[in-house]
């Protein structure tokens, strides 16, 4: 006879397999399962903005990417030292109530200086794509106490940032590791209120030494309708600043268009 074990296997079996019942049952195990993983990973990180143009619709560009391979970039102490986030927020003339989006925002080490600085009637969008360093920044900023931040998930094409929302953005020692910098570009766009601007700090190396050749940032910027506006090596280290006003929605070119840059 079989045993009771085989009994409830075979019931399983038959439940899984069965025409009527199984897309019910496979539902109801892929939702337990997603819950349990959603419930180890703690809230979920959402999108803060819709989906916009896909990856597909950019020519391929022709440079290396540098992997992510750490949340932060030197200790938080040498960086307060070498004064950064302030030469950052006088070149980009950041002020209370404004909207600053940090995209790649790691661990928080801008995300959790500047909220102070725009203070309670401004906001910052701290933007990742990694959703594993969203959920320790989120712990952070909580235990700071900070209530004008606001966590969003991105894609590597796309930061999936609200329209119209942001005065600046940055991306600090970041650019090098986006893997889909034409469209990311392209898509940020959208986000920045009229007259916006983004700020790019990064090393004056090759990408894959995780760095980016002014040249190289230039042409690609240039290439998506951004105009640089200004370029600032930063005091205390071997990074600079660069700046770009954002192009209009409809002075940017086509897609297919874009021209492709070379390191």
């Not at 009994?7 to 337990?32: E, K, M, Q, Y």
């Not at 989120?138 to 942001?166: A, F, Y």
């Not at 980016?212 to 105009?227: I, K």
């Amino acid at each position: 006879m079989p045993s009771r074990s085989e009994d409830r296997v075979a019931a399983l079996r038959h439940a899984a397999f069965s025409c009527a019942t199984a897309p019910i049952f496979v539902a109801t195990v892929l939702g337990t399962v997603l819950a349990s993983i959603l419930a180890i990973a703690g809230e979920e990180i959402p999108f803060l903005g819709p989906s916009r143009v896909p990856a597909s619709a950019f020519p391929k560009f022709d440079r290396p990417v540098a992997n992510i391979i750490s949340p932060i970039w030197g200790t938080e102490e040498e960086r307060d030292a070498a004064d950064g986030v302030g030469q950052v927020v006088r070149w980009l003339g950041i002020s209370s109530t404004m909207t600053v989006a940090d995209i790649g925002a790691g661990s928080g080490y801008y995300t959790v200086r500047l909220s102070p600085i725009v203070g309670p009637n401004g906001r910052v969008i701290a933007e990742d794509v990694r959703a594993d360093y969203l959920q320790g920044l989120r712990q952070r900023v909580r235990d700071l106490g900070l209530k004008n931040v606001v966590i969003g998930l991105g894609e590597p094409h796309d930061p999936r940032l609200p329209s119209g929302s942001i005065y600046v953005a940055i991306l600090v020692h970041a650019y090098h590791e986006i893997a889909q910098p034409y469209a990311l570009l392209y898509n940020l766009a959208p986000a920045l209120k009229s007259g916006g601007r983004i700020g790019i700090v990064d090393a004056t190396k090759k990408t894959l030494e995780h760095g980016t050749p002014p040249t190289l940032l230039r042409c690609e910027l240039a290439s998506v309708g951004y105009q640089e506006i200004g370029f600032h090596p930063l005091s205390g280290s071997d990074t600079y600043l660069a700046i770009f006003a954002t192009p209009s929605v409809s002075g940017r070119p086509e897609p297919e268009s874009v021209t492709v840059c070379k390191e």
